[in-house]
Structures are given as C-alpha cells and as structure tokens.
C-alpha cells in the first residue's frame, strides 16, 4: 500500500509541474508532452519513455488497488456484526473516505484518460496539440467539466492527505515529533497538488490561458 | 436521573441478538456506569428476569475487564477512562444511551455483553514475553535504562488489554494492542534478544486471530482509556520491517 502509492504521489507530483507548463505557453506545452513521447531516443522505440511509466504506473496502481482491497475484505471479515449505533472519533474525513475516494479517484482517471491522452471524450481530441485540447476542455461553456475535475482533485487531495501521512508510519517513522511532522507534511503535500493541478482548469476558464 | 439504555441482549454464542430498551430511573450523577448497571440487574433480577451479562473486575480502571461500547464510542465519551470509571455525571437526564460489546470477530459474544478476549491472550502468547532469566527484583539501576527508553516503555506497558482499540477500529485491528506490547518489550534492555522474532511472530498471531490490518486511522488511541499513542504503531512498523529485513536463518 505505502510503497505503491508513493510511486502514485511522484507520478502526481511530476504531472502538476508538467501541466503548469500550460503557463508557459502553448509552444511549450506542446512541446513538453512530444518531449515526453522522443524521451531515450534513439535508444528506446518511440514514446519508448512513456511506456515504460505507464506500466510502472499500471502496475503500481495494480498493487495499490489490491492492497487496499485485501485490507477492506480483512476489514469487513474482522466485523462479522455491525455495531447499531457507531460514531468515529476522531472524526478523521480523510481517513474514512479512503477505500471510496479512491474508486471515485480511479474512475476520474479512466474519464481523464479517454478525454485528454486518447481525445475520445476531448471537444479537440488533437493528439498532437495537448494544449488546444486542454483549452477547449475548461473553456467557460463547459464549467460542468472544471466542476468534475475540481471535485476529483479534491478527492486526490484529501486520498493524498492521508495517504502519504500514513505511508510515512508504515515505513517505520516513530517519534511523537516525528507524528506531528508526517502530518504537516502530508497537509503540505496535498495542498500543494491541489493549488497545482487545480490552478490550470481554473486559467483556461477565466480566461488567463487561451 | 432517568435514562433509557438500549442493551444489546444475546443469550449465547452464537445466537440472535438484539437491542433492548430499559428505563431506569433514579441514577445519581455520582454513580458509575456500571453501577447503573447493577441497579437495572437487581431489578430485573426482582422481577425474575434474566439479568444482563457484562464483564468486570477490579472497577478501578487497571483490570481491563469492563469494556462496552456506550453511543457508539468505546468506554463511553469520557476521554481516557474505563466504563467503570465512567460517572453518570457525564450523561443528562433523559437520555437514550445505547449499550453495545465489543464487535470482532475475534471476541465472540459469550453473552449479552461479555465477549470473550482470549485472541488478546494468543497474540501475548506468540511475543508478549522475555525469556532471559528474571530472578527476584533487581537492585534499581543495576542495568541502566535511558530515560527516553524507560518512560516510552512504561507509557506502553500501561495498557491493560481491554480490547477497546479494536472495538474502536473501522477495520477492526488490535494494532495498538500489539503495538504497545512490541514497545513495552522493545524499548527495554531485557527485551533485546527476542526483539525481531518477537514483533514477527505477534503480528502474524494478531492476523492469525482474525483481527483485521491497520491503516492509521487513528480511532484507537483516541478510545484507548490509557493513551497509548498512535506513535507505538510506527514503533511496531519499524521493528517489523527491520526483522523482516534480515535473513530466516539468523533469527533467535
Ligand atoms: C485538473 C488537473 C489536470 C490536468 C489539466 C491534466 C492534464 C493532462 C493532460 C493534458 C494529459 C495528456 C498529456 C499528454 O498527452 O502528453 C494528462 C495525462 C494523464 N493524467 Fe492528467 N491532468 C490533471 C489531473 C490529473 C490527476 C489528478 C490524475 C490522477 C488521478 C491524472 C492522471 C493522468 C494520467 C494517468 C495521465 C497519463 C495517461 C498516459 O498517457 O498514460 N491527471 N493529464
Ligand atoms: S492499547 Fe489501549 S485500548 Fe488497546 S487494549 Fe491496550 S489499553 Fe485497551
Ligand atoms: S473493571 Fe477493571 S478496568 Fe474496569
């Protein structure tokens, strides 16, 4: 669970900064994602580079989802009887919105796929020009898709949240400080892919990025 | 005060259960919780009915006998406090109070609210020890323990093995439990030579008895009455990864 989904965390890490690109302009962000397409040339086949994250990543996710299926039948196994009255405590959103979140989560990234890699749900769908395609797609007629994608980032953030926290424990972090510290860090991070990838969608449809 | 529970009533393993209402009347804001429970069991057994079952045992907070889960919260809403320490005081006339045992599936119901806890005992059984020879009670300070290390130790060695953290967990995990005995042990001199077969063979236990894994969410040590901290899980975390790192053949 933790080791899969920190490779998930650097994937989005590294997404954010290349979707801010669209910030830069049109030409770069273009030129971004064909960059991404010729990495390792000549030594790898084309779009030899992304291949290979994407299985990475696919078999991240794999591992990820598995994991945290085993843990929700375990879970639902060590319950056999439900409680009649049952209040959380500690009252932890993100927390218990996790094995949901993430179905919700999951779901989005089929969506966001078919509608910006492969264009199939994209108004543009030019696989050549990713930016024209992300312009068309938050522009102010279609808010109903800066919505849906608002909501799955803030999804993400909250999975994020406390998803990295907890990974942070699992991978032997110890200390009562050091506690503290994992959950500033996990706020941190979560609010930071949030500002990021939200920022982009949020441009288009003002108006900044056009 | 006049209150009505709503007990959780099961004549047995096994069997149906279900919840039921009983008004009492005339508890003081004095008496403890399973005080009030004895009340409604002299009256019950006046009029011949079936008393309810609940478990107990010092009613000093030590035992870890009494766990129940009061509104949905194990040991009730005071923080850090047993159900037996537990005053009615913290409850307002009126009230509907629902009285549940522990759900796991590793505590069956015995009856009503008692569940038996022996999974506890199994999970101590594989670890929860020292073999080095003890002897009589050494001199203090005979073996120097730093005192970062002694007061983690005893902070762990606190918990009374009520059984409420997993009763409190959403994937119903005795983690913390664990935990603090994994730390308890770990942390002291004597602990040493067991340390990674120790945090190995109880984690495999506590999966063996059914208990389910933990995701840090965190709902244990906010129950716990005695405050173990959440920090002894990543303690167990980081013994376990430590011991599965090294090699079959070098364990004690
Ligand atoms: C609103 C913020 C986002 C924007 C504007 C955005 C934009 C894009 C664009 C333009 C591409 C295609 C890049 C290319 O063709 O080279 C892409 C790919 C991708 N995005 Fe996002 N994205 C956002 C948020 C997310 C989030 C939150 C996730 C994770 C759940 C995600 C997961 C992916 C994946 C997995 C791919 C790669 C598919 C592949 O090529 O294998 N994206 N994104
Ligand atoms: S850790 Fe706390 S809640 Fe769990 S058994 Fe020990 S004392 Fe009870
Ligand atoms: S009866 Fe012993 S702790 Fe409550």
């Given at each position: 669970?933790?080791?899969?989904?920190?490779?998930l965390?650097?994937f989005?890490?590294?997404h954010?900064v290349g979707?801010?690109k669209?910030?830069?302009?049109?030409?770069?962000?273009?030129?971004?994602?064909?960059?991404?397409?010729?990495?390792g040339?000549?030594?790898?086949p084309g779009?030899?580079?992304?291949?290979?994250?994407?299985?990475?990543?696919?078999?991240?996710?794999?591992?990820?989802?598995?994991?945290?299926t085993?843990?929700?039948?375990?879970?639902?196994?060590?319950?056999?009887?439900?409680?009649?009255?049952?209040?959380?405590?500690r009252?932890?959103?993100?927390?218990?919105?996790?094995?949901?979140g993430?179905?919700?989560?999951?779901?989005?990234?089929?969506?966001?796929?078919?509608?910006?890699?492969?264009?199939?749900?994209n108004?543009?769908?030019?696989?050549?020009?990713?930016?024209?395609?992300v312009?068309?797609?938050?522009?102010p007629?279609?808010?109903?898709?800066?919505?849906?994608?608002t909501?799955?980032v803030?999804?993400?953030?909250?999975?994020?949240?406390h998803?990295?926290f907890?990974?942070?424990?699992?991978?032997?972090?110890?200390?009562?400080a050091?506690?503290?510290?994992?959950?500033?860090?996990?706020?941190?991070?979560?609010?930071?892919?949030?500002?990021?990838?939200?920022?982009?969608?949020?441009?288009?449809?003002?108006?900044?990025?056009? | 005060?006049?209150?009505?529970?709503?007990?959780?009533r099961?004549?047995?393993?096994g069997?149906?259960?279900?919840m039921?209402?009983?008004?009492?009347?005339?508890?003081?804001?004095?008496?403890?919780?399973?005080?009030?429970l004895?009340m409604?069991?002299?009256?019950?057994?006046?009029?011949g009915?079936?008393?309810?079952?609940?478990?107990?045992?010092?009613?000093?907070?030590?035992?870890?006998?009494?766990?129940?889960?009061?509104?949905?919260?194990?040991?009730?809403?005071?923080?850090?406090?047993?159900?037996?320490?537990?005053?009615?005081?913290?409850?307002?006339?009126?009230?509907?109070?629902?009285?549940e045992?522990w759900?796991?599936?590793?505590?069956?119901?015995v009856?009503?609210?008692?569940?038996?806890?022996?999974?506890?005992d199994?999970?101590?059984?594989?670890?929860?020890?020292?073999?080095?020879?003890?002897?009589?009670?050494?001199?203090?300070?005979?073996?120097p323990?730093?005192?970062?290390?002694?007061d983690?130790?005893?902070?762990?060695?606190?918990c009374?093995g009520?059984?409420?953290?997993?009763?409190?967990?959403?994937?119903?995990?005795?983690?913390?439990?664990?935990?603090a005995?994994?730390?308890?042990?770990?942390?002291?001199?004597?602990g040493?030579p067991?340390r990674?077969?120790?945090?190995?063979d109880?984690v495999?236990?506590h999966?063996?008895?059914?208990?389910g894994?933990?995701t840090?969410?965190?709902?244990?040590?906010?129950?716990?009455?005695?405050?173990?901290?959440?920090?002894?899980?990543?303690?167990?975390?980081?013994?376990?990864?430590?011991?599965?790192?090294?090699?079959?053949?070098?364990?004690?």
């Open positions: 669970m933790a080791v899969s989904g920190v490779l965390v650097l989005l890490v590294a954010m979707n801010l669209v910030f830069v302009g049109a030409a770069s962000f273009d030129h971004y994602a064909h960059w991404l397409r010729t990495l040339a000549p030594l790898l779009s030899g580079y992304l291949w290979i994250q994407r299985t990475v990543l696919t078999a991240a996710l794999v591992a990820h989802v598995w994991a945290a085993s843990l929700a039948l375990r879970a639902r196994a060590a319950r056999p009887v439900r409680y009649a009255h049952r209040r959380p405590v009252g932890g959103y993100a927390a218990r919105t996790m094995r949901w993430g179905v919700i989560i999951l779901l989005f990234a089929v969506y966001h796929v078919l509608d910006l890699t492969t264009g199939h749900l108004p543009v769908g030019d696989r050549a020009h990713p930016y024209g395609n312009v068309a797609d938050f522009a007629q279609r808010w109903y898709v800066t919505l849906f994608y909501l799955a803030l999804a993400v953030g909250l999975h994020v949240r998803g990295v907890s990974a942070v424990r699992t991978l032997g972090q110890r200390t009562a050091g506690e503290r510290r994992a959950r500033v860090a996990a706020l941190a991070v979560s609010v930071g892919l949030c500002a990021g990838y939200l920022s982009v969608p949020f441009a288009v449809t003002v108006g900044l990025v056009g | 005060m006049n209150l009505t529970l709503r007990i959780w099961q004549p047995g393993p069997a149906k259960g279900r039921v209402p009983y008004r009492v009347t005339g508890v003081s804001p004095d008496m403890s919780f399973l005080e009030v004895d409604l069991n002299e009256r019950l057994t006046l009029e009915a079936d008393p309810v079952a609940f478990d107990h045992d010092c009613r000093e907070g030590i035992c870890g006998a009494c766990g129940v889960v009061i509104d949905g919260v194990a040991h009730g809403p005071q923080k850090a406090t047993t159900t037996c320490q537990l005053h009615m005081r913290h409850f307002r006339d009126g009230d509907t109070v629902d009285v045992p759900r796991s599936r590793a505590f069956p119901v009856k009503d609210l008692v569940v038996d806890r022996g999974a506890l199994r999970v101590i059984q594989a670890g929860g020890y020292v073999s080095a020879p003890t002897g009589s009670a050494p001199d203090a300070h005979a073996l323990v730093p005192k970062a290390d002694a983690a130790a005893f902070e762990a060695a606190t009374i009520c059984g409420a953290c997993v009763a409190a967990c959403p994937n119903g995990s005795a983690m913390l439990f664990t935990a005995k994994v730390t308890h042990l770990g942390r002291l001199p004597q040493q067991e990674p077969s120790r945090v190995l109880m495999a236990a999966d063996e008895a059914g208990f894994g933990c840090n969410t965190g709902e244990c040590a906010t129950v716990c009455p005695k405050g173990i901290p959440l920090e002894t899980i990543g303690q167990l975390n980081h013994d376990y990864l430590r011991a599965s790192r090294r090699p079959a053949g070098s364990r004690p």
